[in-house]
Structures are given as structure tokens and as C-alpha cells.
């Protein structure tokens, strides 16, 4: 095993800022502060127990919320500069190293305007709730606020603090409003993602304490140590355990089906358009960024993890015969495209992987609320016993289609560019050999077959399958109401805008991303030994998982 620092060349002056506020208005503080305490007021909200008056003003702090996060974006973000921006550091707990210091980059701020976006849809999307609806929006407004956090905070133990925190809310969300098993759902949600999380603390104080002297767990700091790469490589696969399961990675991935087949629409459309979104994020910014030694290694393993994920999700979904769970496993058959995007060397690739990230937070937001939707009409998930319904619910039709048509990736839809960028930046990755390059292309594309199949399918079998006439005679099947429409409408204009000018959300990253990659790349350059060049001539053996299965050069 090959044991020497890898020391890329880094800026800390793009990163290192004094005890104070780079920018004058602390825009990503009052963006994480503002929704929690919005959430601890929605108790003192009078109202009648119905929720009429309490979801107005969750609605009302969730939108000011996504506010101060596009006014932080737009008086304070630079999109050609890579490093971190709108920094703000306060010392908090100096004996523990802990500092209060967030900060956006590339890799942050566009997530960061995706999930006060989304949960603004989602507390829209709650609009029917009345049983304890002053819990369901405090947990709402509270998840914003975690949520932001963990994209925003520039110190990995206070990540870990967001991550853990972040959990509160979903697991009481699963539990409370869930369907019949959310015990059970609830339950593993929190056992496989707060148990796969004490791998974060353990490598947060590793990497801390890394070197000696006072420990500090700053991302600044922890960039410029010079970590050897056995060190690397473990905290790298226990941080690949967490993150995977979060994403999810194949097999790690089993709490997502049960958790989306509990829960309600609003639910949903946090789990799918941001939760899965915080395991690649996490990928990047540690895995890829901090330790590029050990991720040149683990590189081919992503990569071929990727297109398990892909493959395996896409036949389940096709084999499913219940509703949320064939759209759960069509997320993880998407997500497999940021594991390929992220074990790829080449910027193409991984902006692929990021843009597929924003990409599938909004189809996956709209087809997840159209299941809701759905199911409140029908009060049936099981495809075999929906059938005919296409005549009475033509604009939900409508909307159907155009949000499958998206997630299938058809032309003129972000989905598509997303995945062609990942494709096409593989493709060209001159990392790895033609052949591997050609077989994992091959096999990712056997998912992008699949995918209409099923969603098309299940199209035809919803509105125009065998009609269950207990269905449509007894059932009370209104067509989409003006909020479902507005709803939709909303994560529509960007999933086309991104389709048809993908440089609207692409610029937004692409100096932060080229650096990763310039960090990874001059990572693999140090590997590079002897021996490397028996990949020349891959072959789909163990040694795919061997630090020389990259190209020993050109």
C-alpha cells in the first residue's frame, strides 16, 4: 500500500476567513436560523385545530426562507470564483475545535436554493393536513432549516450536528402521518441512517485530531493536512457506509422503498427532491474533495456500484406493482448516474453528476406528489386495481405525463442533460481504458431503456388500463385542483428551463467543479506507479478495485 500525503494545490484564502462575516448580511445564518425559529413560533400560532391558519404562516416563513437563500445567491454568490463565498465564522466551542463557520461553493449553493424551493412546495403540498398540524409544520419548517445547514456549514463536526438533527424531523414525520407500517418504516429509516452516521463522527474527530495540536474540524483545515492515503482509505469507505445509505448505494439502500411507500406526499417530496441529494453532496465535498488519494482508489468501485444501482433499481421498478414503491426504486436507479458522474475524472462527468443531482430533486419532487395526489382520489396504491380513471382525470393525466416524460429523460427535460453529461464526460474519461469505458456506458444504458418501459406502463395501466368499475363509479375522482396545477407547474418551468439552457444552473458550478476535478486528477497523477499499466488492458476483474486501475497516462 502506497503511504504519502497528497497535498494538492489549495487556496486558504479562499476558504480561511477571520472570526467575523466576510459578507455584511449574514445571508446563510439568517437562511439556517430563520426557518427553526419560525418553527419554535408555530406553536404560539392561534388556530382552531384544523390547521387553517398555521399552514399560512408555514407557508409565509418557508417562502422568506427561499428568499434570503436567492437573495444570498445573488448578492453574494460569484459563480466564476471556486472557492467558498458568503463565509461566516464565529468561534463556538474553542476547547472542542467547534466552530460556527457555513460558507456556499458551487458544490453548496445550488442545493441549497433546491431545498428551500422544494420545501416551499412541500408545506404547499401539506395543505390538506388537520391532524396535528401544528407538529407537521414545526417538523417541516425545522427539517428546512437542518437541511440548509448541512449544505451550508464549513465544519464537519457541526455537519455531523445537522446531519443527526436533520433525522428529528423525518423520522417523527414517517412515524406520525405515516401509513399503515410507519412504525416499521420510521424505525429502520432511523436505524440504517443514524447508525451508518457514527461513521461521520468517527472520521470528523480522525481528521480533527489528524497531525496533533488543537483539533479543528474546519473544511479550510482539513483540506491543507497532509492526510497519508492509508489514512485516506479509511475514513473513506467508513464515510462511503454513511453516505451510501443516505444517497443510497445498492445494497444499502432498502429503508428508501419502505419510507417512500409510508409516507405521505410532503413527505415525499423532502425524501426524494432532498434527502437522497445530501449523500452525493457529502460524496463530493469529503470523499472527493478532502481525500483524493483514497478516492483515485475507490474511483472504479463508484463507478461500477453506479451501474448496479442503475440496473438492479430499474428491473425492480419495472417488477413493482405498487405505486410508491416503483417511483422509490426509479430514484435509486437515477441516483446510480451521480455515483458514475462522481467516480469519473473528467469535469463533464461530474457536473453531469451534480446536474443530475438538481435534476432528479425536481422530477422526483413532482412525480412523488402526483402519487399523493393520486392516491387521495383513488385510496388504492396497487396498480391491479386502478384502471379507467383517464377520462375523469384528464389535466392529472396531463400532468403525469409530462412529469414521467421528464424523469425518462426526454429531450428538452433537465433528466436528459444530466444524464448525456454523465454518458458523454464517462465516455471521454481517459482515466480509465476504452473497454471499461465501454461496458459501463453499455450497462447504464440498459437502465435508460428500462426506464420508460416501466413509467410508460404504469402510465397506461393508472388512466387507460383495465377499468375498475368500483373505481370510477364509486369513487369521487375529481380532476387536478388549481394548487395540484400550480404545484407541478412550479417544478415544471425549471426542469424544462434546465433542458433547454442547461447553463442556467451549470455555470452556477462549473469553476467549483473543475477544481474538484483538478484536485482528483493531480491525486490519481501521484498514484500513478510501475504497475498501473496492466489496466491498459481491463478487464472486468478484482483489480477494478486496485488503487492502479487507472490509466498509467497517455
Same mark, same amino acid.
Given at each position: 500500500?502506497?503511504? %504519502?500525503?497528497?497535498?494538492?494545490?489549495?487556496?486558504?484564502?479562499?476558504?480561511?476567513?477571520?472570526?467575523?462575516?466576510?459578507?455584511?448580511?449574514?445571508?446563510?445564518?439568517?437562511?439556517?436560523?430563520?426557518?427553526?425559529?419560525?418553527?419554535?413560533?408555530?406553536?404560539?400560532?392561534?388556530?382552531?385545530?384544523?390547521?387553517?391558519?398555521?399552514?399560512?404562516?408555514? =407557508?409565509?416563513?418557508?417562502?422568506?426562507? $427561499?428568499?434570503?437563500?436567492?437573495?444570498?445567491?445573488?448578492?453574494?454568490?460569484?459563480?466564476?470564483?471556486?472557492?467558498?463565498? =458568503?463565509?461566516?465564522?464565529?468561534?463556538?466551542?474553542?476547547?472542542?475545535?467547534?466552530?460556527?463557520?457555513?460558507?456556499?461553493?458551487?458544490? #453548496?449553493?445550488?442545493?441549497?436554493?433546491?431545498?428551500?424551493?422544494?420545501?416551499?412546495?412541500?408545506?404547499?403540498?401539506?395543505?390538506?393536513?388537520?391532524?396535528?398540524?401544528?407538529?407537521?409544520?414545526?417538523?417541516?419548517?425545522?427539517?428546512?432549516?437542518?437541511?440548509?445547514?448541512? %449544505?451550508?456549514?464549513?465544519?464537519?463536526?457541526?455537519?455531523?450536528?445537522?446531519?443527526?438533527?436533520?433525522?428529528?424531523?423525518?423520522?417523527?414525520?414517517?412515524?406520525?402521518? +405515516?401509513?399503515?407500517?410507519?412504525?416499521?418504516?420510521?424505525?429502520?429509516?432511523?436505524?440504517?441512517?443514524?447508525?451508518?452516521?457514527?461513521?461521520?463522527?468517527?472520521?470528523? =474527530?480522525?481528521?480533527?485530531?489528524?497531525?496533533?495540536? @488543537?483539533?479543528?474540524?474546519?473544511?479550510?483545515?482539513?483540506?491543507?493536512?497532509?492526510?497519508?492515503?492509508?489514512?485516506?482509505?479509511?475514513?473513506?469507505?467508513?464515510?462511503?457506509?454513511?453516505? +451510501?445509505?443516505? =444517497?443510497?448505494?445498492?445494497?444499502?439502500?432498502?429503508?428508501? *422503498?419502505? !419510507?417512500?411507500?409510508?409516507?405521505?406526499?410532503?413527505?415525499?417530496?423532502?425524501?426524494?427532491?432532498?434527502?437522497?441529494?445530501?449523500g452525493g453532496y457529502a460524496l463530493m465535498r469529503f470523499?472527493?474533495?478532502?481525500?483524493?488519494?483514497?478516492? !483515485?482508489?475507490?474511483?472504479?468501485?463508484?463507478?461500477?456500484?453506479?451501474?448496479?444501482?442503475?440496473?438492479?433499481?430499474?428491473?425492480?421498478?419495472?417488477?413493482?406493482?405498487?405505486?410508491?414503491?416503483?417511483?422509490?426504486?426509479?430514484?435509486?436507479?437515477?441516483?446510480?448516474?451521480?455515483?458514475?458522474?462522481? +467516480?469519473?475524472?473528467?469535469?463533464?462527468?461530474?457536473?453531469?453528476?451534480?446536474?443530475?443531482?438538481?435534476?432528479?430533486?425536481?422530477?422526483?419532487?413532482?412525480?412523488?406528489?402526483?402519487? +399523493?395526489? @393520486?392516491?387521495?382520489?383513488?385510496?388504492?396504491?396497487?396498480?391491479?386495481?386502478?384502471?379507467?380513471?383517464?377520462?375523469?382525470?384528464?389535466?392529472?393525466? !396531463?400532468?403525469?405525463?409530462?412529469?414521467?416524460?421528464?424523469?425518462?429523460?426526454?429531450?428538452?427535460? #433537465?433528466?436528459?442533460?444530466?444524464?448525456?453529461?454523465? $454518458?458523454?464526460?464517462?465516455?471521454?474519461?481517459?482515466?480509465?481504458?476504452?473497454?471499461?469505458?465501454?461496458?459501463?456506458?453499455?450497462?447504464?444504458?440498459?437502465?435508460?431503456?428500462?426506464?420508460?418501459?416501466?413509467?410508460? #406502463?404504469?402510465?397506461?395501466?393508472?388512466?387507460?388500463?383495465?377499468?375498475?368499475?368500483?373505481?370510477?363509479?364509486?369513487?369521487?375522482?375529481?380532476?387536478?385542483?388549481?394548487?395540484?396545477?400550480?404545484?407541478?407547474?412550479?417544478?415544471?418551468?425549471?426542469?424544462?428551463?434546465?433542458?433547454?439552457?442547461?447553463?442556467?444552473? @451549470?455555470?452556477s458550478y462549473r469553476s467549483s467543479i473543475e477544481a474538484?476535478?483538478?484536485?482528483?486528477?493531480?491525486?490519481?497523477?501521484?498514484?500513478?506507479? *510501475?504497475?498501473?499499466?496492466?489496466?491498459?488492458?481491463?478487464?472486468?476483474?478484482?483489480?477494478?478495485?486496485?488503487?492502479?486501475?487507472?490509466?498509467?497516462?497517455?
Amino acid at each position: 500500500m502506497l503511504d %504519502f500525503a497528497v497535498s494538492p494545490p489549495f487556496d486558504p484564502t479562499s476558504a480561511l476567513v477571520p472570526d467575523a462575516l466576510e459578507a455584511g448580511v449574514p445571508w446563510l445564518s439568517l437562511s439556517i436560523l430563520f426557518p427553526i425559529v419560525g418553527a419554535l413560533i408555530v406553536p404560539f400560532v392561534p388556530d382552531k385545530g384544523d390547521g387553517k391558519q398555521v399552514r399560512w404562516f408555514a =407557508l409565509g416563513i418557508a417562502l422568506i426562507t $427561499f428568499l434570503i437563500t436567492a437573495a444570498a445567491y445573488l448578492n453574494g454568490y460569484d459563480p466564476s470564483v471556486s472557492g467558498l463565498q =458568503l463565509s461566516e465564522r464565529v468561534s463556538w466551542l474553542p476547547q472542542l475545535g467547534l466552530t460556527w463557520a457555513v460558507g456556499a461553493d458551487g458544490l #453548496s449553493m445550488p442545493l441549497i436554493l433546491l431545498t428551500s424551493f422544494i420545501t416551499s412546495l412541500a408545506v404547499l403540498a401539506a395543505w390538506p393536513v388537520t391532524f396535528k398540524p401544528k407538529l407537521f409544520f414545526f417538523l417541516i419548517l425545522a427539517m428546512d432549516g437542518g437541511q440548509i445547514a448541512v %449544505f451550508a456549514v464549513q465544519d464537519m463536526l457541526l455537519f455531523f450536528l445537522a446531519w443527526e438533527l436533520e433525522l428529528i424531523p423525518v423520522y417523527l414525520l414517517l412515524a406520525i402521518w +405515516g401509513g399503515k407500517k410507519r412504525q416499521y418504516a420510521a424505525t429502520k429509516f432511523i436505524l440504517y441512517t443514524a447508525g451508518s452516521s457514527l461513521f461521520i463522527l468517527l472520521a470528523a =474527530l480522525a481528521m480533527g485530531f489528524f497531525g496533533g495540536g @488543537t483539533p479543528s474540524y474546519e473544511y479550510s483545515v482539513l483540506a491543507q493536512k497532509g492526510f497519508g492515503t492509508g489514512f485516506q482509505l479509511l475514513c473513506y469507505a467508513g464515510l462511503l457506509i454513511a453516505f +451510501g445509505v443516505k =444517497l443510497p448505494i445498492v445494497p444499502l439502500h432498502t429503508w428508501l *422503498p419502505d !419510507a417512500h411507500g409510508e409516507a405521505t406526499a410532503p413527505v415525499h417530496m423532502l425524501l426524494a427532491g432532498i434527502l437522497l441529494k445530501m449523500g452525493g453532496y457529502a460524496l463530493m465535498r469529503f470523499n472527493a474533495e478532502m481525500l483524493p488519494a483514497a478516492h !483515485a482508489q475507490f474511483a472504479p468501485l463508484l463507478v461500477v456500484l453506479g451501474v448496479v444501482n442503475i440496473i438492479y433499481a430499474a428491473l425492480t421498478s419495472f417488477a413493482q406493482r405498487n405505486l410508491k414503491r416503483k417511483i422509490a426504486y426509479s430514484s435509486i436507479s437515477h441516483m446510480g448516474f451521480v455515483l458514475i458522474g462522481i +467516480g469519473s475524472f473528467s469535469a463533464l462527468g461530474t457536473s453531469g453528476a451534480m446536474l443530475q443531482m438538481i435534476s432528479h430533486g425536481l422530477i422526483g419532487a413532482s412525480l412523488f406528489f402526483l402519487v +399523493g395526489a @393520486t392516491y387521495d382520489r383513488t385510496h388504492t396504491l396497487q396498480l391491479d386495481e386502478m384502471g379507467g380513471v383517464g377520462q375523469k382525470m384528464r389535466i392529472m393525466f !396531463a400532468l403525469w405525463t409530462v412529469c414521467s416524460l421528464a424523469s425518462l429523460a426526454l429531450p428538452g427535460m #433537465s433528466g436528459f442533460v444530466s444524464e448525456l453529461m454523465v $454518458f458523454a464526460g464517462f465516455a471521454t474519461d481517459e482515466a480509465y481504458s476504452l473497454t471499461f469505458r465501454i461496458v459501463i456506458d453499455g450497462l447504464a444504458a440498459v437502465g435508460v431503456i428500462l426506464t420508460p418501459i416501466y413509467l410508460l #406502463s404504469m402510465l397506461r395501466e393508472i388512466f387507460f388500463g383495465k377499468e375498475n368499475s368500483q373505481l370510477v363509479t364509486n369513487t369521487n375522482l375529481v380532476d387536478a385542483e388549481p394548487r395540484e396545477i400550480y404545484i407541478i407547474g412550479c417544478l415544471l418551468v425549471p426542469i424544462i428551463g434546465i433542458g433547454l439552457y442547461p447553463r442556467l444552473m @451549470t455555470d452556477s458550478y462549473r469553476s467549483s467543479i473543475e477544481a474538484l476535478v483538478d484536485r482528483d486528477v493531480v491525486a490519481m497523477e501521484r498514484l500513478k506507479q *510501475p504497475t498501473a499499466p496492466m489496466i491498459r488492458s481491463l478487464s472486468l476483474a478484482p483489480a477494478l478495485l486496485q488503487a492502479p486501475a487507472l490509466a498509467a497516462g497517455n
